[in-house]
């Protein structure tokens, strides 16, 4: 076999031009994807700027239990909430949890107290009174030490909690929970009559005191310009492998002689 010098052209068919299509496709999406995260990304830091600017502001005063149905309970999360009334300690629930970043003394796996508060006027709010470690949750099984007279609870109201697909059930023989709801938390204290649809965190107390308040976890992950670099870098390394390809394709083929 020796080689002609005259080289051969391939044949352009539908394939050729189909994967151009394709790519080029593919080119704008990943543009697209990376704008939409950038939209994301302002979106996220107005949240968390809200958010900050709330947990600043006077706490308000929630009304009669008649109007809680009616309530905006965005406006209420994440915002100070003062309500009174006292705690009802026997039906008092754990939910497990795990927590980082602590401010107080105790971290990792544990439980938030939430104890039902009778407030003035009708109607109960869980209260969130802090976070306990695993070892203590015997002696907080029935609320722990608790006030018996009126309290004015001055907090950050928090929204439900939404259970994942693996998220255990109730463990009712033990009072133990999974999830700040105030739904579940109903049903596990067996309560009556309204109660307020958002959980409120209570404030910090002495430092090493049990529960450990003022654990209010805001958390929203800000990964998104990351994302919007990932895809943007997908947008540009695309047409460059399509312009190689093509290159490939279109090259001269050197035609065999016998």
Do not use: C
């Amino acid at each position: 076999m020796t080689l002609d010098a005259a080289p051969s052209r391939r044949r352009l068919g539908f394939g050729f031009w189909g994967f151009i299509v394709v790519m080029l496709g593919l080119t704008g999406l990943f543009g697209w994807l990376g704008l939409w995260q950038l939209d994301r990304l302002a979106w996220k830091e107005t949240l968390i700027a809200q958010v900050n600017a709330r947990l600043t502001q006077p706490p308000y005063e929630l009304p009669h239990p008649d109007l809680w149905p009616t309530l905006d309970l965005d406006s209420f999360s994440y915002h100070p909430v003062s309500v009174t009334g006292h705690y009802v300690p026997e039906k008092t629930v754990l939910v497990f949890t795990g927590l980082s970043d602590a401010k107080g003394r105790y971290d990792g796996p544990g439980y938030w107290v939430m104890t039902p508060l009778a407030a003035d006027g009708g109607g109960t709010v869980f209260v969130n009174r802090g976070f306990i470690p695993q070892k203590s949750a015997t002696a907080f099984a029935a609320g722990g030490p608790v006030p018996q007279d009126e309290q004015i609870v001055i907090g950050i109201g928090v929204a439900p909690e939404e259970p994942g697909p693996f998220t255990p059930g109730p463990d009712k023989p033990n009072h133990i929970e999974y999830v700040r709801d105030p739904v579940r938390l109903t049903t596990m204290a067996e309560i009556q009559g309204p109660v307020l649809g958002i959980t409120i965190d209570a404030p910090a107390t002495e430092p090493g005191a049990l529960p450990q308040g003022g654990e209010t976890t805001i958390d929203f992950p800000n990964n998104h310009f990351g994302y919007a670099l990932t895809w943007f870098g997908f947008a540009a390394i695309t047409p460059i492998l399509l312009l190689v390809w093509i290159w490939r394709q279109l090259r001269p083929k050197p035609k065999a002689k016998a």
